[in-house]
């Protein structure tokens, strides 16, 4: 959080060449940004992109590219993660199907979010996401039947019970994961809905300014920069997750510190991703303006789930709502079908 701040604060052009200074292999070198931020272009997006992924006839080598390309395997190890801390199908769900029409909603600021249909729905989100929940769902089955001693104080944990390397390592790395590994269950009253979903939203923040620090700073997708932010931030969600969810049910009257930090960290990530993008990337100009049919799409979207949300919480507050009724329900996901238009960004 240190290094956002002072990306903050510093001016881009000094920022960047920091950067660049920190991870020489970097692509294009710092020479390349900085001439591209003194010419106002955009940066390329060409040599980011390992193959041609819209190569979209469905032969043996094209599924077999997408299949060992870093992505798949990047999916499937970020929806076990996923799995692991969210600890429920339909939040897992409801975010896979949620990042796909994100990105189809982006295609117009990151070029790489286009995709072939197939890529999309049988590669992604019922393939490499589906195998990493279902992963997960395991990992989550074998860790619920084990028995866990986190007291540091405890005498199997002193220094003195393990002196082989390997127990000392494991205790180590036992106090980044949760404290116990039962099973979630998230409210969904008319109270606590919305409270359930930021859980899911923040993650899909920061899973978003991944690919806008990729861009910003011109990195590749195979730089170690992003699979080792990845990883601090999932050990930080492993700690804000079960912190938020005890906040939520009740268990707990204070939100926990590391919600709060997992916070600021989203909010600093995002002001990054906007300050720098626009010095290496045309963000919020004319030249890289949505197209109105999407920006339609997501107003309506918005328009109908915010009627929703307003009818069903004044209908709880005369009665509690043990059911949804049938013409409700149908509201609900009706605001999902303007989202829909965006598939017309799908290469056939």
């Known amino acids: ?21 920190i991870f020489p292999e970097i692509h294009g070198g710092p020479a390349a940004v900085l001439s591209k ?29 997408s299949i060992t390309n870093i992505w798949f395997a990047a999916h ?20 896979s199907f949620a990042f796909e029409f994100a990105e189809l909603g982006l295609v117009w600021l990151i070029p790489e979010f286009q995709e072939c249909w197939w890529d999309s729905l049988l590669l992604d989100v019922f393939g490499a ?7 997960g769902r395991l990992t989550l089955y074998y860790l619920e039947c ?27 790395m036992l106090q980044f994961t949760p404290y116990s590994w039962s099973r979630y269950d998230w409210p969904r009253d008319a109270s606590h809905w919305v409270l359930s979903q930021i859980a899911w ?24 920069f992003s699979p080792a932010r990845q990883l601090v931030l999932a050990f930080h969600g492993a700690q804000a997750v079960p912190e938020w969810y005890e ?32 010095a290496t990337h045309p963000f919020l100009t004319d030249q890289a303006a949505p197209p109105r049919g999407d920006l339609l799409a997501w107003v309506v979207f918005s328009c109908i789930t915010l009627l929703w949300l307003a009818i069903y919480l004044s209908l709880y507050k005369t009665r509690p709502l043990t059911e949804l009724p049938l013409w409700l329900r149908c509201l609900r996901y009706s605001a999902i079908l303007p989202l829909f238009s965006l598939c017309r960004h799908w290469e056939f």
């Open 37 to 65: 931020i003194i010419d106002a272009e955009p940066a390329s997006h060409d040599s980011l992109i390992s193959f041609d992924h819209l190569q979209c006839s469905l032969t043996k080598d094209h599924i077999l590219g």
């Open 201 to 224: 939203l923040q993650c899909f923040v920061l899973e978003l300014n991944s690919f806008f620090l990729i861009h910003a700073f011109a990195l590749r997708p195979s730089h170690i």
């Open 1 to 21: 959080m240190i290094i956002l701040v002072i990306l903050l604060v510093v001016p881009p052009r000094l920022g960047i060449q920091a950067v660049h200074m």
């Open 129 to 135: 996401n589906f195998i990493g929940m279902c992963i």
């Open 76 to 95: 499937v190890v970020g929806y076990w993660a996923k799995m692991c801390i969210f600890r429920d199908w339909s939040m897992c769900w409801t975010y």
């Open 146 to 172: 084990r028995a866990y001693v986190w007291n540091p104080s405890d005498p199997e944990n002193s220094p003195k019970y393990g002196r082989r390397l390997g127990r000392k390592f494991k205790r180590v």
């Open 247 to 278: 906040y939520i049910k009740g268990h707990t009257k204070r939100i926990g510190h590391n919600v709060w930090l997992l916070s600021c960290i989203t909010t600093l990530e995002s002001i990054v991703c906007l300050r720098y993008g626009k």
